[in-house]
């Protein structure tokens, strides 16, 4: 049976309900054989990462569950992303996550544009009408694009889902989990990306093979 992995997810450390302990429990028994927290991060906070990879030690000391750090930069200014990646980086996150241009917020315009552009970056989410020549970028400098399972976040999944296989970019399907609720199964996962429009096959690539390709390069 397949495992699903889920690389955008948050815990009390930001705006989530769950301690990262439960997070990790929740997941392990819905079927997860990798997360990644993703924490919201600015200039703010990013000195947060530490404490949470201190915290996520006995999870994956113990449990049969690998728990990644990451951090989500989010509603950060465009011209403070690269520095906030590359630090988030050597403060050891393992997955780098962009808050994208989705419809639901108002992110500033330009986050998208220097997301695809920043080697230090694995996965834009959310990136709501996100234009071809960004896309084209992603590809590129193979940067992931997020097919959301979040409410609000997944109104543009069809137009991220159609763009990217045009362009042949990595398509991921992630929660972006706050509550307990939020958290799905692969079945789900899967219902998400064929709901995108996407086929069976370009599903099981965006559920296995995308996230997969993401944790070894930064392994
Ligand atoms: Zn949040
Ligand atoms: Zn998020």
Known sequence: MNKRIDLHMHSLFS?????????ARRAHVLGHDTIAITDHID????????????????INDNWDINVLPGAEITHAPVEAIDKLARKARELGAKIVVVHGETLHEPVIEGTNSVAVNCADVDILAHPGLINKDDVEIAKKNDVALEISGRKGHSL?????????????????????SHSPDDLITF????LIGLGSGLTER?????LVESPKRIIKKRR
């Open 15 to 23: 705006d989530g309900e769950l301690l990262p302990s439960e997070l």
């Open 187 to 190: 079945q789900e996962a899967k």
């Open 156 to 176: 543009t999944n069809g137009h991220v889902a159609k763009l990217g296989v045009e362009v042949g970019v990595n398509l991921v399907i992630d929660t972006d």
């Open 43 to 58: 200039s703010s906070n990013v000195g947060v990462i530490p404490n949470l990879i201190h915290a996520i030690e006995d």
């Open 202 to 206: 370009e599903v099981m690539k965006a």
